[in-house]
């Protein structure tokens, strides 16, 4: 059995090219954009703005993204599941990267905060808590409770400290496994109970964290005066599709170097067809928010899609990309895979991984950018480049933990069951 | 298709018996008429070498028609046959339509799909087909394997034993599927025609 994995050189230069460009793009935006300034109303100059929302933009969409991976790892093992056990160490390795970037990601957090980005959250001016002067807002008023700096931080604390926790743990349980030999029945089963345990926290707390609150927090509070009940799902399928992508590409990479033995054409055609259910859900949400949005045509809810898309008189600056995204993110994915024969192939299955993770970086792009930046956001190199730094530590974390560890769970006791099977 | 045949029947109670069996009949060169299996069993049908199924390609085709009608349908009723103000929107609305054009792309592919699933695998109320043996929604896995003038029975009787079959016989059936009905009337079909 070829266990212990020797990244190759081309891969190391890579990891280290992607981490170099873009802390040259994040230095550059450091100098030019002057982030610890304040945009002053009239003058034309959004660059402080452009830096943080690109930097929020960007740490919370690598953060979900491999944060997902975890999510797959414990909706399988809730579901008993066997197949995802020959390549299980894949999304393993990239959920290794939470902790990273969720300290990356809280940092940024902090910095919009503590610094009264009012550019970006608009929320935390204080004067629009002071009843009777003119700033007075009485929507954001009632909903202080919730969103206030307190709040907002110490949730986002608890984010990124029980993701990290709970994915360790999981990951600690599956890699301790393989140093204890093999498992008999009754030792299986308590192993097998300690994995359940562990997976249903992480499930409960995905809840009421990715699927429910932190999106509000994080994203959604970027227009702080709208709401949408169905925000939290669309980032929650957003990221998880993308997640599923980059687990694709892992095990396709993997498998070009001849590791990952019992990886065939029946687990990828399996990550292909989640994939493709989950572009399809992404798109059901896309719709959905959209056309109850359109029905009812609230003016309090309508100007979300205002700022993308426009009126019918007068398209807006996102219009081009709002529906670019749903090309790439729905209709491209839903007729390249399909057919069952691009499910199997893995370069076909390369490409729309690709598509998908960039696609949905766009997407959160569009998310951010018109609360922030109106119709003065930009998508040069600077963004790009500040992709790539989290591109390039994601492959980092991942390829270290290739490299110390075992890309078989040898003693997983689904493992057979993946050995041989079949779809 | 149809016609009258004559075949060998072996039923197996092990699916594990069964795979090794369905190898080795096909290498001797037998041809296999179908295996009837009270479950679906996962693989069967590439071991026994059947082409792909072109089901998904109906289901697609469904779909797309169903695509088509709701939105043709749509637009007409909406825009010439009786167009109507609703809520200031436009006429041609496209959002709105969607969640109908999606119910009717399902409806469409799902009972085409069911259709033709039946249609293939010879499956109607009112029309009867030869059963090579009961237990095969039970408990066992009927192999029935086709003779042709050159087959010898006693040959494959014997293979069949060998590969582990439980229970051995040679029937003589109608192929296809033919009308009449399972409660009513009893007597086979080979019977009617005098064979």
Known sequence: ?423 | MSGIKKFVVGSFDDEAVLFPAVKNVRKAGYKIHDVYTPFPVHGLDHALGLRETSLHTAGFIYAITGTTTALTFISWVFTKDWPLNIGGKPHFSLPAWIPITFELTVLFSAVGMVLTFCYLCQLSPFIKKHHFSARATDDHFVMAIECTDKTDDAEVESFLQKAGAKDINIQVAETGWWIGRYDKEQKLYRHELGY
Not at chain 1, 234 to 244: E, K, M
Not at chain 1, 302 to 323: E, M
Not at chain 1, 409 to 418: A, C, G, I, R, V
């Open chain 1, 1 to 423: 059995m070829n266990q212990q994995f020797q990244l190759p050189g081309s891969y190391k230069k890579w990891t280290w090219g992607l981490i170099v460009a873009g802390l040259i793009a994040v230095l550059y935006g450091f100098i030019k954009f002057h982030p610890f300034t304040h945009p002053v109303a009239g003058d034309g100059n959004y660059d402080s703005t452009r830096f943080w929302a690109v930097l929020l933009q960007n740490s919370v969409y690598w953060l979900l993204l491999v944060n997902a991976s975890m999510f797959f790892i414990c909706i399988t093992t809730l579901a008993m599941g066997g197949w995802q056990t020959a390549m299980r160490r894949v999304p393993e390795a990239i959920s290794s990267v939470v902790p990273l970037l969720g300290i990356i990601n809280f940092v940024v957090l902090l910095a919009l905060i503590l610094g009264g980005r009012t550019d970006i959250y608009h929320w935390l001016d204080p004067n629009l808590y002071v009843k009777g002067t003119s700033t007075f807002d009485k929507i954001l008023n009632g909903k202080h409770g919730f969103l206030n700096p307190t709040f907002f931080l110490v949730w986002s604390a608890l984010c990124t400290l029980l993701w990290s926790l709970l994915g360790k743990k999981m990951r600690s349980l599956s890699l301790n496994a393989d140093s204890d030999g093999a498992m008999d029945h009754t030792k299986a089963k308590r192993w097998l109970d300690k994995n359940f345990t562990f997976a249903s926290y992480y499930i409960v707390f995905f809840g009421l964290s990715v699927a429910s609150v932190t999106p509000w927090l994080w994203l959604m509070s970027i227009d702080p005066h709208w709401y949408s009940t169905m925000y939290s799902w669309y980032t929650f399928s957003s990221t998880f599709v993308s997640g599923l992508s980059l687990i694709a590409i892992f095990v396709i990479f993997l498998k070009n170097r001849d590791q990952l033995e019992y990886v065939t054409e029946e687990h990828l055609h399996d990550i292909g067809k989640f994939m493709f259910a989950f572009s399809v859900f992404w798109a059901y949400l896309w719709f959905d928010q959209y056309m109850l949005i359109w029905y009812s045509n609230q003016p309090e809810e309508t100007r979300y899609f205002i700022a993308r898309i426009g009126t019918a008189t007068q398209s807006g600056p996102y219009s081009g990309i709002f529906f670019f995204n749903l090309i790439v993110n729905f209709l491209g994915p839903l007729l390249i895979l399909m057919k069952k024969g691009s499910k199997r192939n893995w370069t076909v299955v390369t490409f729309v991984a690709v598509l998908i993770i960039f696609g949905h970086w766009i997407d959160f792009y569009q998310m951010i950018m018109p609360g922030t930046l109106g119709a003065h956001a930009e998508l040069l190199p600077f963004e790009f480049g500040v992709a790539c730094l989290f591109i390039g530590i994601i492959m980092w974390g991942t390829g270290r933990f290739f490299e110390k560890n075992s890309l078989v769970p040898k003693n997983n006791p689904f493992l057979k069951e993946s050995m041989i099977h079949h779809t």
